[in-house]
């Protein structure tokens, strides 16, 4: 059975980078056709997709947040890693990860952690 789980600090100070982690089990996250994803949603709003990592280790990433995202993989540990710089509190959100079954339909997701970005 496939499952996410994401960890990382739920209290990021503004300035600072966001570092969270997500370990998949069941799969191999270099198994192909599959996309690795990083989605928050922001108190009140909607699902917003940050960006994602695919099975051949390609990146990609929403243009907002091009500039201060980066996603990576650890295939060893079967994870893949967002970071988000410079963040302010505009950035406080449920993060969740998780999986492209090779059409934009994400089929498995992470519970979901809460990070507040506040000083």
């Known amino acids: 059975q496939v499952q996410l789980q994401e960890s990382g600090p739920g209290l990021v100070k503004p300035s600072q980078t966001l570092s969270l982690t997500c370990t998949v089990s069941?799969?191999?996250?270099?198994?192909?056709?599959?996309?690795w994803f990083w989605i928050r949603q922001p108190p009140g709003k909607g699902l917003e997709w940050m960006g994602s990592i695919y099975y051949s280790g390609t990146t990609g990433y929403t243009p907002s947040l091009k500039s201060r995202t980066s996603i990576a993989r650890d295939t060893s540990k079967n994870q893949f890693t967002l970071q988000l710089g410079s963040v302010t509190p505009e950035d406080t959100a449920v993060y969740y990860c998780?999986?492209?079954?090779?059409?934009?339909?994400?089929?498995?997701w992470g519970k979901g952690t809460q990070v507040t970005v506040s000083s």
């Open positions: 998780a999986r492209d079954s090779g059409s934009w339909f994400m089929d498995y």
């Open positions: 069941g799969v191999s996250i270099t198994t192909r056709p599959y996309g």
